[in-house]
């Protein structure tokens, strides 16, 4: 299971961090990527994460401002979030890829989900 939290209402400029808490399997051997599905528009990746290794992987559009990491020891994932701007608004989800190896910002690689937690940025 994964679970999603840390969504909430901020002004632009403004920082979160989600939090998505793991359970049920051995982290460690999985990659979790974040995604986001703003209203009317496509699911994307945004960042994603090798547990084993943390090498990491970023959509353009958030490098420098988010950043992905874990916690083996709480089996938990984080996105911080800074500099956050209108079009960052979007329901985030967490999710498992299905399969080992290198992560990556494909929704069909992923087969377990969380339930997304709402991130709006007010202008």
């Known amino acids: 299971q994964l679970q999603a939290s840390g969504g909430g209402l901020v002004q632009a400029g403004g920082s979160l961090k989600l939090s998505c808490l793991t359970s049920?399997?051995?982290?460690?051997?999985?990659?979790i990527g974040w995604f986001r599905q703003a209203p009317g528009k496509e699911r994307e990746g945004v960042q994603c994460i090798t547990i084993d290794n943390g090498i990491t992987r970023s959509k353009e559009a958030v490098k420098g401002r988010f950043t992905i990491s874990r916690d083996r020891a709480k089996n938990t994932v984080y996105l911080q979030m800074n500099s956050l701007k209108p079009e960052d608004t979007a329901v985030y989800y967490c999710?498992?890829?299905?399969?080992?190896?290198?992560?990556?910002?494909?929704?069909?690689?992923?087969?377990?989900w969380g339930q997304g937690t709402l991130v709006t940025v007010s202008s």
């Open positions: 049920g399997f051995t982290m460690d051997i999985y990659a």
């Open positions: 999710a498992r890829m299905s399969g080992y190896g290198p992560c990556n910002l494909n929704s069909g690689s992923y087969t377990h």
